[in-house]
């Protein structure tokens, strides 16, 4: 890739290019960036750079060349550093963070006029180029570049894991491109782009937390109380591997080492509900920690403290509100739920097991299909089952006699928030043409309870990728996945890595995976379709008037009594 | 091979294809196993393969007998409508025909009774004519009943005028009396009009109809769109889409379009970003059509899921539908309903447009026969067999949606209140055509 690249281009160009394999250890994400920087050079030779961009450049290069040092040693020795050095690598990684952001911000602001000043600084490549490296597709096309179809294309002299890789540049491809494929409504909801890969996570975070929050961003775990569950459980690990710094005390440095490992978790997907009422018990808990007491003890009465509220707040919680909420199912009853929520499928399980003969109707929905689990599940129990989709819902709810839901959260003016569809179920049940109204049962633990109020759906909310839409099958595997471009590319140039056999490999999988997925679909290029949106918003807001009942493990109530159920929990 | 069998794919244009060379029987065969195969599907198409398949039976049918021809046309559109009872459009173009055939005899028959009164009743058919608040009157008047009396005791003298103007052997053939053609001219009455040229000539223009229909809708479009409006659509309809391009031509807007999946989601992906991925069997003029995206009109394209969530950013719901019933109720793609109730709740405007021709005087008494179940392979894919064994997975096409829930529908003929429906169907189906 390189070779006709240093072909095409006079002028500085190549001596760039063969000068840095010499100078700079290779650091997966700086590497294509400079490429297209390089390869960017002559377009604008001669062109002055302001002063203000070559001095941060600059400044930042050293510190990401640091950095990038650093960071090509970690995987080989991450442990056995010593204080010094670890201090001196998080400076390094703070200041390579920063001129990152900034150098977005330039971009997003400085749109064309940006464009200039990187190239003429071929010195503070690494670090500029870096910051610049979501526009270089753009500019390179705005500039009329003879190089198309390069980048992309990992150069095979450097072995050094070409997957992360494709990842890094592609998620950040994929967010320059995504700036106007936002839904302007939503536009206050597209924050980070959920991350991909674990590269790039602060070094505090527990390996525990790390597969976690994959895990949460694939849906592998899903749903309000299962995150909140493994939060728990993965915090109580975190606990566990603790050790309180010289001269700091465990309840002061605990909640700073556990608030690393949440801002992981929420990017890799935005924190639920539940977690978050469960992390701020949780801190309140290590807050109220005696400082006299031995780290041994204290790390012991965390971890009590965290079984006991897991046990408290969901394990018993849900028994009860399955104990309960079956008893509102009668013989002959035909209940309709919505996706895969699990203290549903307890509850049903639940009634199942005490003899009732019931029906039960599911509706599920696109793309996250939970219902299907939910329909195995009760299917294998040996319950009678029902399955459709949302376009069946007035067909599901002709015959339905009750409507059991699953929450997300139940915000403090009633309304129910849970996934996106469940609004339009209680409306069906409630607004039956010429029936009679048919009741809806929310089963909600009160740890789910939340002073949040909410009016309309798009105030709060969550967005998750939009391309989950694009192919017509559930969603098996997204992180990691390189955008078809870069697969191809990737597939296209793998006779000439064929050094890297296990990075090959997967790089040709997950092209597979990727053109499985898309490649049948007349969305697969969506983003580069001027005017085209896709939307896949993960709740929506139910209006209290549709609900009639909230099964808690305090009792069953209005939805009016959320919050003052709410306060009493919490003042606990 | 695949080019060769795409192009033998049996839809509405191999049909059409065939009418020309085949036997009269074999096409109707032909096209009843269409139906029943659901390889004709869509409204305008069944429309389409009725009109030409009944302009085929009457060219075919060598008699000038109105009645003879009513019969037939009858028969033939008995046996279409059994074929599929939930395609209620093949019903609508046989009433219409027989309507047609009707107002021509009884113009006859006006013709003899009262020259002056002949031109007043030129063509019935078109259906800027129904518009006339006088037509409708007349014909009521005239009522079947003594329309039968009247052919009886007129018809030896009829049939000698016919002898005389219609040299065919077939309108000499022996046969009951009173079924003769009361269809000869009084001589002095300009050009003898015979009856089947008539009606294939009505028929020709129920063809026409049919291929404006859309472009007479999209007409209105500007009255009813304003700039900066969110619209919500569903389904990948051409009524729709070609209304919102009449108005995207002029003015700026937003449409969010929910992808109606699993039944229609393939064609609303390939409508909303308007590239057909392959040669895929779906080439009709209508996927050539532009995309609205090409207009400068933002598509937000959602999961049905989210309509709730998005309705109360939505300005007006636009939604096709597959007919259209007397009460004013309507059958639909599924999922229609839950948009409209959700709209509903959200005083949303929903707007439903619709060709006359679905247009049905059928009245929904029992709401579970007009909806019918398709493929469960496209709720629950074939990978997951095991579960298909143990649950049942329904996939419902159409969707009741009644009356209440619409707040305007717009034909060919402009905008009505669903209360005013019923009045279009009395313009447009005669009383004893209704169950044929």
Redesign the interface.
């Known amino acids: 890739m390189t070779d006709p690249a240093a072909a095409s281009q006079p002028g500085p160009g190549p001596s760039v290019n063969a000068a840095q394999p010499a100078t700079e250890t290779p650091t997966p994400k700086t590497l294509p960036i400079r490429d297209s920087q390089s390869a960017k050079g002559p377009a604008q030779p001669e062109q002055p750079s302001s002063k203000a961009k070559d001095a941060t450049s600059s400044s930042s290069a050293g510190a990401t060349a640091v950095a990038s040092t650093e960071a090509s040693s970690e995987p080989a020795a991450d442990k056995p550093l010593t204080p010094a050095e670890l201090k001196k690598k998080a400076k390094a990684e703070k200041a390579a963070r920063r001129a990152r952001e900034k150098g977005e911000r330039d971009q997003a602001g400085g749109g064309g006029g940006g464009a200039g000043a990187g190239p003429a600084a071929p010195g503070a490549a690494s670090g500029a180029g870096q910051a610049r490296a979501p526009a270089t597709p753009k500019k390179d096309a705005a500039g009329g570049a003879p190089q198309k179809g390069q980048r992309g294309v990992p150069p095979p002299r450097r072995g050094s894991a070409p997957v992360t890789q494709a990842g890094a540049v592609t998620a950040v491809e994929q967010k320059k491109k995504k700036e106007d494929k936002n ?1 302007a ?1 939503f536009g206050h909801l597209y924050g980070q782009q959920r991350r991909t890969t674990v590269a790039g996570a602060a070094k505090e975070v527990h390996p525990a937390v790390l597969a976690l929050g994959l895990q949460m961003r694939d849906y592998v775990v899903c749903g309000s109380s299962a995150r909140c569950v493994a939060t728990l459980l993965a915090f109580k690990r975190v606990v566990e591997s603790y050790t309180t710094p010289l001269g700091t005390s465990l309840a002061r440095h605990l909640t700073t080492h556990l608030s690393h490992q949440i801002t992981y978790l929420s990017t890799c997907r935005p924190l639920s509900i539940s977690q978050g009422n469960a992390i701020r018990s949780l801190k309140l808990a290590i807050a109220s920690v005696d400082p006299a007491t031995p780290e041994s003890t204290a790390k012991a009465t965390l971890c009590d403290f965290i079984d006991s509220f897991i046990r408290e707040k969901i394990t018993v919680a849900d028994q009860v509100i399955a104990g309960s909420a079956a008893q509102k199912i009668q013989d002959g009853d035909v209940i309709v739920t919505f996706a895969g929520s699990s203290i549903v499928k307890q509850t049903l399980l639940a009634a199942h097991k005490e003899g009732k003969r019931f029906r039960v109707s599911i509706i599920d ?3 996250l299909f939970e219902g ?1 689990n939910l ?2 599940a009760l ?2 129990a040996g319950l ?13 709810i002709k015959d339905a006699t009750k409507v059991f839901l699953g929450a997300h959260a139940m915000t403090s003016n009633g309304r129910l928030y849970s ?3 469940t ?2 179920v209680a ?2 049940a409630k ?1 039956r ?1 010429g029936g009679v109204e048919v009741p809806v049962i929310v089963c909600c633990e009160t740890v789910k309870f939340t002073d949040r109020v909410a009016l ?3 105030v709060v ?1 969550e967005i998750a990728d939009a391309d989950e ?1 694009v192919s ?2 559930p969603p098996h595997q997204i992180t990691g996945l390189p955008d078809p471009a870069a697969a191809s590319a990737a597939a296209s140039s793998d006779p000439k890595k064929g050094a890297n056999r296990a990075s090959n490999a997967t790089t040709t999988s997950d092209s597979l995976k990727t053109s499985l997925n898309t ?8 983003k580069e ?9 993960m ?3 139910t209006p209290a008037e549709y609900v009639d009942m909230v099964v808690t493990e305090m009792g069953s109530l209005p939805p009016s009594a959320v919050p003052i159920v709410h306060r009493m929990s919490t003042n606990m | 091979m695949p080019s060769t069998s795409s192009a033998l794919t049996p839809g509405l244009a191999s049909f059409l294809k065939s009418l020309k060379t085949n036997a009269i029987d074999t096409s109707i065969e032909n096209l009843i196993s269409l139906l029943k195969r659901r390889q004709i599907r869509h409204s305008r198409s069944c429309a389409t393969a009725t009109a030409y398949l009944l302009l085929r039976v009457i060219s075919a049918c060598r008699t000038s007998d109105s009645a003879k021809l009513i019969e037939r046309v009858q028969s033939v559109g008995r046996r279409l409508v059994a074929a599929q009872p939930r395609e209620m459009v093949v019903g609508n173009i046989v009433r219409r025909v027989l309507g047609l055939i009707r107002d021509e005899a009884e113009d006859d028959r006006e013709a003899e009774y009262a020259l002056s009164e002949a031109g007043s009743e030129s063509q019935p058919h078109t259906p800027r004519a129904f518009d006339d608040p006088s037509l409708p009157l007349d014909r009521d008047a005239l009522s079947v009943r003594p329309e039968g009396s009247e052919r009886a005791a007129r018809s030896p003298l009829t049939s000698m005028f016919s002898l005389l103007s219609h040299p065919e052997p077939e309108a000499s053939l022996p046969s009951t009396p009173g079924s003769l053609s009361p269809s000869g001219r009084l001589p002095g009455h300009g050009p003898a009009k015979d009856v089947r040229a008539e009606v294939l000539e009505g028929i020709g223009e129920i063809i026409d109809e049919l291929g404006q229909v859309d472009d007479q809708i999209a007409a209105y479009a500007l009255d009813h769109i304003h700039s900066n409006e969110i619209i919500l659509t569903h389904t990948s309809s051409t009524t729709v889409q070609k209304f919102l391009l009449k108005a995207a031509a002029k003015r700026k807007f937003t449409v969010i379009h929910a ?5 229609n ?2 064609t609303t ?2 409508t ?6 392959k040669d895929d069997e779906i080439l009709s003029t209508e996927s050539f059509q532009k995309p ?3 207009l ?15 309705m ?2 939505v300005n007006k719901v636009i939604l096709g539908t597959h007919s259209v019933l007397a009460n004013g109720g309507l059958v639909a ?3 229609t ?2 948009i409209a ?2 709209a ?2 959200h005083q949303t405007p929903m707007v439903v447009v619709s060709g006359v021709y679905k247009l049905s005087p059928v009245y929904p008494f029992d709401f579970d026969s007009l ?1 019918e179940y398709g493929d469960a392979g496209k ?3 074939y990978e ?1 067999g095991d ?1 298909v064994d ?7 096409l159409y ?1 009741y949606v ?1 009356a209440e829930l619409v707040d305007l529908y717009i034909t060919n003929l402009g905008g009505h209140a669903p209360s005013y429906l019923y009045r279009i169907v009395s313009d447009h189906y005669r009383k004893e055509d209704i169950s044929f």
Do not use: C
Request: net charge negative; hydrophobic share 45%.
């Open positions: 839904v409504v929905s696109r793309p299907k329909a195995r299917a294998t009678d089952v029902q399955y459709s989709l949302v376009h069946g819902i007035s067909h599901a996934r996106v569809g609004a339009l409306m069906s607004e043409a309309d759906s798009i909310n839409l017509a099958l490649s049948s679909s007349p969305l697969s290029n969506w379709t001027p005017n085209l949106q896709l939307l896949n918003i709740y929506d807001v | 992808e109606s999946y699993p039944n989601h393939e992906h390939i909303v970003s308007g590239n057909a991925s609205l995206i090409d400068g009109i933002t598509v937000i394209l959602i999961p049905d899921s989210a309509v709730f969530a998005l109360s950013r793609a599924a999922g309903r839950v109730r959700a509903k709740v909806i709720v629950l894919p997951d579960l143990q649950i049942d997975v329904q996939n419902p969707d009644p």
